[in-house]
């Protein structure tokens, strides 16, 4: 049966079943929001002579719930006006709304009567063969359909959304005897490509698998942390992004979650716990339950393990807690020699090797967590799992690692790590012994450019289902790699197109990335149809070298700074004004000369996750590498018969001045960096494929090399009088600083072609010699080489 998602209703406004209505309304499917009608009015209400029954104060808990989720950060919503999507109600009057629904999502308070009470009710008017889930992270799911109908039982199941849902990517399905195996299909394949989830199919057992293992982790890092007499700010410094973890790390990251939810979660795994062999464990610590006692739960309390503070001249401060004595101290800096080597080693998976092998603390910790944890997951298959491969799915989808513990388990050699797991007497389980008997080396492999599991069952290697529809470059570094240099890789990914992929730090674009566009654009009108510039990191690129511009300004190098940025820009036009379509396909950040790139590709094809800007600004800079150019050719052609030009134009040139970057690439179109004919990718494992097949299409359609424009109509003295009385209008306000005034003036310049008498038609190549002129100006100002210092030195703007 072919199934449609049109409407979803979502029961419960709560932190989360809000912001799950908020992730429907992002992919622009009609949600209804309903919860609890109030018991008795507010003050306020009262003091208006409203009454229970009146539709403000029914609505009032609902109404409060979504208003606070669509004002929260981070945001909910791609962007704000997507709220009108969402329906809000109460169950008095609205649950039988749920009729006209396809999918009802049930996020309510974590007590098993309360949510059959609801069932009952929500049996009564939802449409038989829809769908009916909970987001309930502990209770076991079979109990909640208990007593339904069995049309109720065949299209129920768990789907565990993390928090917050757009963000977080791990989706849950948990299924129950009784449920249909069509509605898990579905649900599997709607998360991955509708709500851009990297779905897990997980059994009905205590945290299903991702709470399950890094609850664990978690605890055993706590007992190994007292063991090893290490402090917080020490195994935050161990566990963050130099093992592959978030920046939030262990402590960091619980203060944000709070502490009384990892302590909900470790005692329900202990209670539940007969048949597990780490139960011991999830016992908690002394200091956990003092912390419990005294209410220090957190970000939500105000302090927990860290606390923020004002220093005496006014400054914020981060103080850490003493385990011991449960006082704050300032945040100490933390150094241990096997860390320090780690800084040179770009890549994770070597960078863990040689932490494995250190002789310190922090080496310890690492390599008795990392057994710990290794023992830990052999053991948990097949309770919690069939495949090796969904556990390592969860934990870098919920979690944010970036490799799977079994992925780790490999980086850091099964057998080797078998035989010192032995020595501490934490043997894995029987079946990886089967593993290594058989001459298994790893529990991943590639072939042709696809990725490979170690099925245990069938003691075989199998493909792992639904990555078909992924393209990862790491599966091509064997046998795809075309052509590459210290900062970029060519791939052959197949059907005739290539992949440049960026590897410099956050991507930015110097010198080796130039070389990697001519020579892939040269290769791809030589021998294939179409070329994408993506990558797997987790930015797209930060933008250019600011590093280089900076030493070549600060030697008044100008000859070479010239020659730098003509380069850039005759980069970008080769790619515009290649033979073959080239799509670039941004994510995470995409800023700067990221986004200059983006806006000379024939397609974009963006994450939803994209963050795009012009930022140069804020570093006492105009975009120089064609985005100036750009942004004036696009709103020229947006110019229409009797529309005001100047409007338009003074738009975008806001939104260069004050380098405002899109929140999501639904906010891109808006700001002008995406326009009609780019697309959305909401799921980012599907970007690169889908980037592919974009290119594809383009060729298949009989792509035509265009020609360079010469017919851009640019405004001229109207346009920069304009700019000019509003920029000073700015400045006398103290709205913006002297050096402001300058780069806007300059900017406004460029855009308006010039100090041209009456609107003229200019050529491309004009405005970039307008744009290269003007940037390289203000790279000799002294204070644009302060704020340029500040952001290399200390990340942050400088006004100046």
Not at 109 to 123: F, H, R
Not at 670 to 677: A, V
Request: aromatic share 10%.
């Amino acid at each position: 049966m072919k199934r449609i998602i049109k409407k979803v209703a979502v029961l419960g406004s709560g932190v989360m079943g809000s912001r799950i209505a908020c992730h429907f309304a992002n992919i622009g499917v009609p949600v209804l929001l309903l919860d609890m009608a109030p018991q008795e009015l507010a003050p306020e209400e009262a003091q208006r002579g409203l009454t229970l029954d009146h539709p403000a104060v029914k609505n009032r808990i609902v109404n409060s719930a979504l208003q606070s989720a669509i004002g929260s950060n981070p945001a909910p919503l791609y962007r704000k006006a997507d709220a009108k999507f969402i329906t809000t109600g109460n169950f008095n009057d609205n649950l039988k709304d749920i009729a006209t629904c396809d999918w009802t999502v049930e996020g309510i308070v974590e007590n098993l009567k309360i949510k059959q009470s609801l069932y009952e009710k929500v049996e009564q008017f939802r449409k038989p063969g829809t769908l009916i889930t909970s987001n309930t992270s502990g209770i076991p799911i079979h109990l909640m359909a208990a007593g339904r109908s069995d049309d109720f039982r065949k299209h129920f199941c768990g789907t565990h959304f993390f928090n917050p849902p757009r963000y977080l990517k791990l989706l849950e399905i948990i299924p129950t005897p009784e449920t249909d195996k069509a509605v898990v299909d579905f649900l599997l394949h709607y998360g991955d490509l509708y709500l851009g989830k990297t779905t897990v199919l997980a059994k009905d057992t205590p945290a299903f698998i991702a709470n399950r293992i890094g609850i664990f982790g978690i605890m055993d890092g706590f007992h190994q942390m007292q063991k090893l007499g290490l402090n917080i700010d020490e195994v935050d410094r161990i566990t963050g992004p130099v093992i592959g973890r978030p920046k939030s790390a262990t402590f960091r990251t619980l203060d944000v979650v709070g502490l009384d939810t990892l302590a909900k979660v470790a005692q329900g795994l202990y209670h539940t716990g007969e048949k597990d062999e780490a139960r011991e464990l999830f016992q908690l610590p002394t200091y956990v339950q003092q912390l419990l006692e005294k209410n220090w739960l957190g970000d939500k309390t105000g302090q927990g393990f860290y606390k923020k503070t004002k220093n005496a001249q006014g400054e914020t401060e981060i103080l850490t807690l003493d385990l011991n004595s449960l006082e704050y101290a300032p945040k100490q800096k933390v150094k241990f020699a096997s860390l320090e080597p780690l800084k040179t080693i770009d890549h994770l998976k070597p960078r863990l090797r040689a932490l494995y092998t250190g002789g310190d603390k922090a080496a310890a910790f690492f390599k008795a967590t990392s057994h710990g944890l290794f023992n830990y997951i052999s053991h948990r298959i097949p309770e919690i799992s069939d495949e090796l491969y969904r556990i390592d799915d969860a934990m870098r989808a919920g979690f944010g690692w970036d490799i799977g513990p079994f992925e780790i388990w490999d980086a850091l050699g099964v057998s080797e790590t078998v035989k010192a797991m032995e020595a501490e007497e934490r043997k894995p389980a029987a079946w990886v012994y089967d593993f290594l008997a058989a001459g298994n080396t790893s529990f991943y492999k590639t072939d042709k450019g696809t990725r490979l599991y170690y099925d245990i069952p069938s003691k075989s290697y199998q493909y792992i289902p639904g990555t078909e529809s992924f393209i990862i470059l790491d599966n091509f570094r064997e046998s795809n790699v075309v052509w590459k240099n210290a900062g970029s890789t060519l791939f052959d990914i197949g059907d005739g197109i290539l992949n440049l992929e960026f590897h410099t730090k956050m991507n930015t674009l110097g010198s080796e990335i130039i070389q990697g566009l001519n020579k892939a654009i040269e290769i791809g009108e030589k021998d294939f149809q179409g070329l994408v510039v993506g990558n797997d990191a987790p930015n797209f690129s930060a933008g250019a070298n600011l590093a280089l511009v900076y030493m070549y300004a600060l030697d008044q190098d100008y000859d070479e700074l010239n020659i730098m940025i003509r380069q850039f820009q005759n980069t970008m036009m080769r790619m515009r004004y290649s033979s073959i379509p080239v799509v670039a396909a941004p994510h995470g950040l995409a800023l700067g000369g990221g986004c200059e790139l983006s806006l000379h590709a024939d397609k974009i094809q963006a994450a939803a996750e994209t963050y795009m800007g012009l930022v140069e600004f804020g570093v006492g800079l105009i975009p120089g590498g064609g985005g100036t150019k750009e942004m004036t050719l696009r709103t020229a052609d947006s110019f229409e018969e009797g529309d005001p030009e100047f409007n338009s134009l003074r738009n975008t040139f806001t939104t260069i001045a004050m380098a405002k970057v899109s929140t999501s690439a639904e906010e891109a179109f808006d700001l002008g960096f995406m326009r009609r004919g780019d697309a959305i990718t909401i799921n980012n494992n599907r970007l690169l494929a889908e980037a592919k097949l974009a290119a594809i299409e383009l060729a298949e359609a009989g792509y035509t090399q265009p020609l360079p424009r010469k017919d851009i109509k640019v405004l001229g003295r109207g346009a920069l009088g304009m700019f000019i009385s509003g920029v000073y209008a700015m400045y006398e306000g103290s709205y913006i600083s002297e050096h402001d005034q300058k780069i806007a003036r300059k900017l406004a310049y460029v855009m308006s072609g010039g100090d041209l008498s009456a609107p003229t038609l200019v050529s491309e190549q004009y405005l970039l010699d307008l744009e290269r002129e003007a940037f390289l100006s203000l790279t000799g100002e002294r204070k644009t080489l302060e704020r340029i210092k500040s952001i290399l030195t200390s990340g942050k703007p400088l006004r100046n």
